[in-house]
């Protein structure tokens, strides 16, 4: 089966995403040769590619739906998850970084959704951790 075939099919993308999607690639590949000649040109060609392929790529299919299972204020900064068997998922948070070296910095929140509508229901401190 073809390549271009597969993406369409496993995808369902149409034949316009898919020829932008050759379109931006090959722009990819030609960047490092614009910013070699012009500078301010390369950040204009730069910006129209990000903005253009984050709409092209980020795209969820019909029929995934997409939530917003926990917010910031709940797992702010967070470093890693993991989905446990029984529906639980578990969120490193890192706090280090930007707000500065310290003890006590990170911690393990364990979140679940009691109720079944993919949005995280209760909010448990796990683990404290150090580094």
Known sequence: MD????????????????????FFVKSYLIFPYICMFNKQFAHIVASILILVSVNVFAQVPEELKSTKFSDASST????????????????????????????????????????GDGIADTKTLYANLDN
């Open 3 to 22: 390549y271009k075939l597969k993406l369409e099919t496993s995808l369902k993308l149409g034949k316009l995403d898919v020829l932008f999607k050759r």
């Open 76 to 115: 702010p900064s967070p470093a890693c998850l993991c989905a446990a068997p029984t529906g639980e998922v578990f969120v490193g948070v890192d706090m280090l970084g930007s707000l500065g070296k310290g003890p006590g910095k990170g911690k393990i929140i364990r979140l679940v959704d009691t109720n």
